[in-house]
Every structure is written in structure tokens, then in C-alpha cells.
């Protein structure tokens, strides 16, 4: 349901579900489940501005599978969106060392051309 009430944009809703399945996920379920609930979370989060929130629910994602490069360049443009670059670069360096070749298809370019575009002025 988290995922349906995304994708029509009733984040609040989408919240509310995906807070839910995290809380009952049963201990046997897999990490990577439960690392993708706190991703959905927080992109939600982002789009209605919870920003501590959103940006909470990143850096858990992050702890819970530290390798998904996606997670990265969502909270690096959320920062960006905000207008906090400092913490932008610092997520596009912790990606860079994770894979100094990562791609972005929305943005449109790899790890160092975004840093060299929003820490480099």
C-alpha cells in the first residue's frame, strides 16, 4: 500500500504504511526488506518536506545495506534540493569511495560530475 500511495502522491498515506510494515516486519525477514521500507519512507518524506525525517530514514537505509548507491544520490539531492551542499559533498564523497564510476540516469552523469557541479564553486 506504501508503494501504491506514492506513486499517487498521498505521501502522508504512503508514510503511514510503510512506518507499519517496518514496525511489524517479522525478525526473519530479510535486512534487504526491511532496507527498502526505510528508502520508500523516506523519499516520501522528502517530497512533503519532513526533511529530518527523510533524512533519518537515509542514513538507517544506508546503515542497513551500505552498498545501494541509490540511497546516496537520493539524500545528496535532497540536501541539494535544501540547499545544504556541505552535506551534498559529503555524501557525494562517501559515494565516490563506495564506487568512483556510479551513474545517475535522472541526473544524468556519474559521481564526479555532480560533485565537481555542486562542490567545486
Given amino acids: 500500500m506504501g508503494k501504491y500511495y506514492t506513486h499517487v502522491k498521498k505521501y502522508v498515506e504512503a508514510i503511514v504504511y510503510f512506518s507499519r510494515a517496518i514496525k511489524f516486519l517479522p525478525p526473519e525477514e530479510e535486512q534487504e526488506k526491511l532496507f527498502q521500507l526505510y528508502l520508500e519512507k523516506a523519499i ?3 517530497w512533503i518536506y519532513r526533511d529530518k525525517e527523510a533524512e533519518k530514514d537515509y542514513l538507517t537505509a544506508i546503515k542497513l545495506n551500505p552498498r545501494n548507491e541509490e540511497t546516496y544520490w537520493n539524500l545528496a539531492f535532497m540536501y541539494i534540493l535544501r540547499k545544504k551542499y ?36
Fill in 44 to 46: 516520501s518524506e522528502q
Fill in 86 to 121: 556541505t552535506k551534498a559533498c559529503i555524501v557525494f564523497s562517501q559515494l565516490y569511495q563506495l564506487n568512483p564510476k556510479s551513474y545517475n540516469f535522472q541526473y544524468g552523469g556519474n559521481v564526479t560530475q555532480a560533485y565537481n557541479e555542486y562542490c567545486r564553486k
